[in-house]
């Protein structure tokens, strides 16, 4: 079982940035690819960018690419969403997920384990 908490949420204005963290439990966070999500007001969940156990291979939406930036520290059981110039349509809840394996999954249904959000809003 993992246990997942985001942090790091907030308000910002376009084109400032924001650091998400999931901070995940259990001794073998290494084991686990971990991602990040999103879900907008109306809106469908929608898959941001992941990371391998490793830390040594990532996935990123194409809209978000370039932009955002995940890493892990293991040694610190947290993986971060470096998130640069944001815009309004930015504005989410965003989610971290883990599941067991090796490679960066982008699409929800293959992560079991999910935190309970942190609130992004990008004012214009």
């Known amino acids: 079982q993992v246990q997942l908490v985001e942090s790091g949420g907030g308000l910002v204005q376009a084109g400032g940035s924001l650091r998400l963290s999931c901070a995940a439990s259990?001794?073998?966070?290494?084991?686990?690819?971990t991602g990040w999500f999103r879900q907008a007001p109306g809106k469908g969940r929608e898959f941001v960018a992941a990371?391998?156990?490793?830390?040594?291979?990532?996935s990123y939406a194409a809209s978000m690419k370039g932009r955002f930036t995940i890493s892990r520290d293991n040694a610190k059981n947290t993986v971060y969403l470096q998130m640069n110039s944001l815009k309004p349509e930015d504005t989410a809840v965003y989610y971290c997920?883990?599941?067991?394996?090796?490679?960066?999954?982008?699409?929800?249904?293959?992560?079991?384990?999910w935190g309970q959000g942190t609130q992004v809003t990008v004012s214009s």
């Open positions: 997920a883990s599941a067991y394996g090796s490679a960066p999954f982008t699409t929800g249904v293959q992560y079991p384990y």
């Open positions: 990371i391998s156990g490793s830390g040594g291979s990532t």
């Open positions: 259990g001794r073998t966070f290494n084991s686990y690819t």
